[in-house]
């Protein structure tokens, strides 16, 4: 161990000389002390800044115009059932039976009166999906409607 502080002496006292190594540093393990902090310290900051990742803390959001959407267009045209059974307009008199095609308003104006029960919903296509529920005495009678448009037909015996 002597050495060692051999060593730092001598290169102290040619950096201050022989009297300013002994005054500027003290005794040797003040000299030690303070090597070892210094390297401390320089060690630490090196550390530190390595740790930094380059982004600021407050850094400002960058400010982006609201998106623009397109308007929505219905795949469906005329007019169409509500929950309740009725119709949101006039029917279209284009047909005298109940054919895959008609509309959904077009079925009731056929069957006469309003339906037991109505089941609107969303395809998955953004499309909308109608089913029409009437109960008859000879058994339950469903219509499937896609976009306004009878797609099929479930009868009792059919």
Known sequence: MSKYFYVMDASLEEFFGPVGAKSFLGNRKEA???FWSATLCVALTLGLTACDSGQKQNAQPVYQPPVQQAPVVLAYSGPVLRMDGTCEGDA???TSTIDV???ECELVRLKGKLPTDVLIG???RGGRETQVL???P????LYFFI???LDRTVKPGA
């Open 134 to 136: 009437y109960a008859e």
């Open 138 to 141: 000879e058994g339950r009678e």
């Open 122 to 124: 969303e395809s998955g």
């Open 147 to 149: 976009n306004n448009k």
């Open 92 to 94: 279209p008199v284009t």
């Open 32 to 34: 030690i002390m303070k």
């Open 101 to 103: 095609g008609i509309s």
